[in-house]
C-alpha cells in the first residue's frame, strides 16, 4: 500500500472561504496527512496593493460572495450567518493555531475559532475569546495562550506569512501538495486528489 | 414532468476560464435551455477600475492561473495551451457569436473560436479569423459577417455588455439560473443543478 503525500493547509480565521475549508478538511482528507498552516492575510493583500480584502474593494464581487457563501454552505450543510463584520481580525487566535498545529486538538480548535466568527457572527481576536474556545473543548486556556503568545510563537507566524508570500500565495484557503499550487475551497477536491495519484 | 428553468451563459472569447464553460456548458445542461450571452470584459473591468484582466495585473494570480487552467484542462480531458497573447481581443467573433445566439450553430462556433485562441494559439479579431471558424463548420460566412457588423447588431452587443455590468457581473464566466448569480466556470454545475431544482 502506497502512503499518501501531505496536503499542506494554508488559512487564516478572517477569511470566508478558509471557512468552508476547515470546516470540510479533515472529513475530505481521510488518510491524507493535513499540515496546518495558519498565516495572516493581511499583509499579503498589502504586499500585493490592497489594503483589505477584496470582497470590501470590490463591491460588485463582494455583494456576490456572500450570496455564493449562503449557497455553498447549503450544498455542504455547513451552518452559516454573514458576519457583521469582515474581514474581522485574528492575530491571537492563528497565534494559537500556529502554537497548536501538531497538537491533536488543532482541527476542532480551527472549526469552533472559524464557527465563532462565521456562524455566531463573534469577534475573536481577544484572549476572551480565545480562552472561551479552548475552554468549550475542556482545554486549560491559560499556558496555551501563554505559548502562542512568547516572542518566539510571535515571529515564528511572522516567518510563517513572509514564506506565505514566498510561495506565491495570494489568498486563502491554498493548499500545496509536493510543491503544486490549488487555491481556494473549490479546489480541495483536486488537491487530494493530486496526493493520491502522487503517492510514491 | 416539470421543465427546467433555462441557464443564462455570459461569457466572452478573450477569457480563459470562459472557455471551460464554452466548451462543457452544451454536454452538462443536457435538458437545460441555454440562454447564450456572449458580451465584452473589457469594458466591465474599465468600470471597476482595471486597465485589463487581473490576471494580468495581479502577478501571483496569473502565474497561478495559468498551472490551473493546464490542471482543470487534464480534468476536463479538454485540450489546452497558453496563449501567446493574453487577453486576446475578441470584437469581431462576440459580434458573430451576439447575431447567432439564437442559431443552431451557435455552441459549434464557440467552441471552435475557443480553440483557436486557447488551443491553436492563434489570433481571432479578423476578417479572416471569423471566415476561416465558420467556414470549417460549411456556413456561408460573408453574408454572417455582415449581419454581425451591422450598426443594429453592435449596438446591440454595446446594450448587452451594459446589461452584464448592471446584473452585477464582474468577470467570465457567469451564469444565471432564475435571477440567481454563478460566477465562475466552477459554479456551472450548481447553477444547472438549480436550474433543476427551481423548476416548476
Given at each position: 500500500?502506497?502512503?499518501?503525500?501531505?496536503?499542506?493547509?494554508?488559512?487564516?480565521?478572517?477569511?470566508?472561504?478558509?471557512?468552508?475549508?476547515?470546516?470540510?478538511?479533515?472529513?475530505?482528507a481521510?488518510?491524507?496527512?493535513?499540515?496546518?498552516?495558519?498565516?495572516?492575510?493581511?499583509?499579503?493583500?498589502?504586499?500585493?496593493?490592497f489594503?483589505?480584502?477584496?470582497?470590501?474593494?470590490?463591491?460588485?464581487k463582494?455583494?456576490?460572495?456572500?450570496?455564493?457563501?449562503?449557497?455553498?454552505?447549503?450544498?455542504?450543510?455547513?451552518p452559516?450567518?454573514?458576519?457583521?463584520?469582515?474581514?474581522?481580525?485574528?492575530?491571537?487566535?492563528?497565534?494559537?493555531?500556529?502554537?497548536?498545529?501538531?497538537?491533536?486538538?488543532?482541527?476542532?480548535?480551527?472549526?469552533?475559532?472559524?464557527?465563532?466568527?462565521?456562524?455566531?457572527?463573534?469577534?475573536i481576536?481577544?484572549?476572551?475569546?480565545?480562552?472561551?474556545?479552548?475552554?468549550?473543548?475542556?482545554?486549560?486556556?491559560?499556558?496555551?495562550?501563554?505559548?502562542?503568545?512568547?516572542?518566539?510563537?510571535?515571529?515564528?507566524?511572522?516567518?510563517?506569512?513572509?514564506?506565505?508570500?514566498?510561495?506565491?500565495?495570494?489568498?486563502?484557503?491554498?493548499f500545496?501538495?509536493?510543491?503544486?499550487?490549488?487555491?481556494?475551497?473549490?479546489?480541495?477536491?483536486?488537491?487530494?486528489?493530486?496526493?493520491?495519484?502522487?503517492?510514491?
Amino acid at each position: 500500500m502506497s502512503t499518501p503525500h501531505p496536503i499542506e493547509f494554508w488559512f487564516e480565521f478572517g477569511s470566508n472561504y478558509s471557512y468552508l475549508s476547515v470546516m470540510r478538511i479533515e472529513s475530505m482528507a481521510r488518510d491524507v496527512p493535513i499540515n496546518w498552516r495558519p498565516f495572516l492575510l493581511g499583509p499579503i493583500f498589502q504586499q500585493l496593493g490592497f489594503n483589505t480584502s477584496p470582497f470590501v474593494l470590490q463591491k460588485a464581487k463582494g455583494d456576490y460572495v456572500w450570496r455564493d457563501m449562503e449557497r455553498q454552505c447549503q450544498k455542504y450543510g455547513l451552518p452559516w450567518s454573514k458576519p457583521s463584520r469582515f474581514p474581522r481580525t485574528g492575530l491571537l487566535p492563528i497565534r494559537v493555531a500556529l502554537a497548536g498545529v501538531n497538537e491533536p486538538w488543532v482541527g476542532d480548535y480551527c472549526r469552533r475559532m472559524m464557527m465563532r466568527n462565521f456562524v455566531d457572527d463573534q469577534d475573536i481576536d481577544s484572549v476572551a475569546a480565545v480562552t472561551d474556545v479552548l475552554e468549550s473543548m475542556s482545554l486549560d486556556a491559560a499556558p496555551i495562550v501563554e505559548r502562542a503568545t512568547t516572542d518566539h510563537n510571535k515571529q515564528r507566524l511572522r516567518s510563517q506569512t513572509e514564506a506565505a508570500y514566498a510561495k506565491g500565495i495570494f489568498g486563502a484557503p491554498t493548499f500545496f501538495v509536493k510543491g503544486e499550487m490549488f487555491w481556494g475551497n473549490d479546489r480541495l477536491e483536486d488537491a487530494l486528489e493530486y496526493a493520491h495519484t502522487a503517492a510514491e
